[in-house]
């Protein structure tokens, strides 16, 4: 194990079905942001649903391992397992809309996961918040714990979830495309924040994303998930300056700049595609960091 996250060969299919990960293998280590990048459809929600525990009822974990701060999960009983990743282990969802609950007060949100899962008490756990709305810049943190999520703005939201990630001191943070539903003036806010958060707490944060802007300025490594599998591990100055597998490049010389604004479309070979998994085999080796 190589890190206070390490995914060895997770397999994830649908039940009698279709895999949708294949031999996933990783490394999120403590104090650092890796990030896990691909295109839409390729499973990379789905690993850290596999992480969290929170795997649609129709998808089932096949083989390997999720060792997480040295235990693998998958070898404990599901409610020692469920303790152990709400102990260690949050979340930041992708639509703050959709993840805040529209008839709940935000106080109670903020606070449910501290007084419901650790056992802390109502009191101490509201104090917890007010500090953490402080710290991720929201004003008047009393009234904001009287609002309902359809007051405050999509940016606030997003603040709002990212307090409540880092509420119980998680050593594990998983970031779920956290941006997505952002303009790009609040998206440059967030990953300040998000990146401030992380270092001022020390946490392992795997951030999950399709942009590879963001991997650049948020990432020290980074994971390419491609048709299930990961193809590529590297530190981000390796991989924007070489990146290995031919799956890696052509996202790359896809990504929009000033020069080439739309990007350039690069088809990957199909021998490519037909071998993806003895290419990953080859690559996993010479790309690690």
Same mark, same amino acid.
């Given at each position: 194990m190589n890190g206070y996250l390490s995914i060895r060969n997770l397999t994830v299919r649908v039940k009698g079905g279709a895999v949708i990960l294949r031999d996933v293998s990783l490394d999120v280590r403590a104090g650092q942001v890796h990030g896990l990048v691909g295109e839409s459809g390729a499973g990379k929600s789905m690993i850290g649903k596999a992480v969290l525990g929170t795997l649609p009822r129709a998808?089932?974990?096949?083989?390997?391992?999720?060792?997480?701060?040295?235990?693998?999960?998958?070898?404990?009983?599901?409610?020692?397992?469920?303790?152990?990743?709400?102990?260690?282990?949050?979340?930041?969802?992708?639509?703050?809309?959709?993840?805040?609950?529209?008839?709940k007060r935000i106080g109670p949100q903020i606070t449910r996961r501290l007084v419901d899962i650790l056992g802390w008490t109502r009191?101490?756990?509201?104090?917890?918040?007010?500090?953490l709305l402080e710290e991720v810049h929201i004003p008047d943190g009393p009234r904001i714990m009287r609002s309902y999520p359809h007051e405050l703005s999509g940016g606030m939201r997003q603040r709002i979830l990212i307090a409540s990630a880092f509420a119980a001191e998680p050593k594990l943070i998983i970031a779920d495309e956290p941006?997505?539903?952002?303009?790009?003036?609040?998206?440059?806010?967030?990953?300040?924040?998000?990146?401030?958060?992380?270092?001022?707490?020390?946490?392992?944060?795997?951030?999950?994303?399709?942009?590879?802007?963001?991997?650049?300025?948020?990432?020290?490594?980074?994971?390419?998930?491609?048709?299930?599998?990961?193809?590529?591990?590297?530190? $981000?100055?390796?991989?924007? $300056?070489?990146p290995i597998h031919p799956y890696s490049a052509a996202l790359l010389a896809a990504t929009p700049t000033y020069t080439d604004p739309t990007g350039s479309l690069t088809p990957v070979p199909q021998d490519v595609i037909d071998g993806v998994e003895r290419e990953v085999a080859e690559h996993d080796v010479r790309a690690a960091p």
């Open positions: 998808l089932e974990v096949v083989s390997g391992q999720i060792n997480l701060d040295g235990t693998d999960l998958q070898n404990l009983p599901p409610t020692d397992r469920r303790k152990r990743i709400g102990a260690l282990a949050a979340l930041i969802p992708q639509d703050p809309l959709t993840a805040l609950n529209p008839s009191a101490a756990a509201e104090t917890r918040a007010l500090e941006t997505t539903a952002l303009d790009v003036t609040v998206q440059k806010q967030i990953l300040r924040l998000i990146n401030d958060m992380q270092a001022r707490h020390d946490t392992a944060l795997l951030f999950v994303t399709h942009d590879l802007g963001v991997v650049s300025k948020v990432c020290d490594t980074l994971s390419v998930l491609y048709a299930g599998k990961v193809v590529e591990n590297a530190n $981000m100055h390796r991989f924007f $300056m070489r």
